[in-house]
């Protein structure tokens, strides 16, 4: 069965700093990795999504990520964090029909 | 479109009452799914639906039953409520087939609280 890791249960940056949330997963194929972002209080959004080819991906709001098959790793960026982006993170995996997620990674900007 | 919406947006049950939360998509996708999220467990699968009249268990169905009568619905139905499943609960849909990108969208979830 596939899982997935976030060792970050929280995270502080400054506002104008960089960002990396990381994510580790396991599943024995070529897996299907999201990273989606939840507003307080809403439901959750797509950041970007990785099925194969280029293994750095652009998404919205400025976000990439960038997938290691040899580190089984498929971590978020962003060059400039703006306090706009402080949420919770999830990573997620598509197996079987399934979405399995991360227990997220809550990021907080400071001013 | 309205995309995935939930009713009710809150509830309070006590232990033991019934209960069911309405899923609906006005994107005529196949595929819908109930998710639970508590604190530091991200969310986790109850049950899914890869059409109408189908289901099949997720990874945490015990206590929670579910019905896809119409392609736009997805409900999820409690039988005998515990404090256990205080919980938000989240409705999602995708599209399946060749070229689907799996993409799931979300409702803005139901917030349940059994007292």
């Known amino acids: 069965a596939q899982s997935v890791t976030q060792p970050d249960i929280h995270i502080t940056v400054s506002e104008g700093a960089s960002l990396e949330l990381r994510c580790n997963y396991s599943?024995?194929?070529?897996?299907?990795l999201f990273w989606y972002v939840q507003s307080p209080g809403q439901g959750l959004q797509l950041l970007l999504k990785?099925?194969?080819?280029?293994?750095l991906v652009q998404g919205i709001k400025g976000f990439e990520a960038e997938f290691k098959r040899s580190q089984s790793s498929f971590n978020l960026r962003k060059p400039s964090v703006h306090w706009s982006d402080a949420a919770e993170y999830f990573c997620?995996?598509?197996?079987?029909?399934?979405?399995?997620f991360g227990g997220g990674t809550r990021l907080m900007v400071k001013p | 479109n309205a995309g995935v919406t939930q009713t009710p947006k809150f509830r309070v049950l006590k232990t033991g009452q019934s209960m069911t939360l309405l899923c609906a998509q006005d994107?005529?996708?196949?595929?819908m799914y109930w998710y639970r999220q508590d604190p530091g467990m991200g969310l986790r699968l109850i049950h899914y639906?890869?059409?109408?009249?189908?289901?099949a268990k997720g990874e945490v169905p015990d206590g929670y039953n579910v019905s896809r009568l119409k392609k736009q619905n997805f409900l999820l139905g409690l039988e005998s409520a515990a404090p256990s499943q205080t919980s938000v609960y989240f409705c999602?849909?995708?599209?399946?087939?060749?070229?689907?990108?799996?993409?799931?969208?979300f409702g803005p979830g139901t917030r349940l609280t059994v007292t």
């Open positions: 999602a849909s995708s599209t399946s087939g060749a070229g689907a990108s799996y993409e799931q969208y």
């Open positions: 599943y024995g194929a070529t897996p299907y």
């Open positions: 990785y099925f194969s080819g280029d293994t």
């Open positions: 997620a995996v598509y197996a079987g029909n399934m979405l399995t």
């Open positions: 994107m005529n996708h196949e595929y």
């Open positions: 639906s890869v059409g109408e009249g189908t289901t």
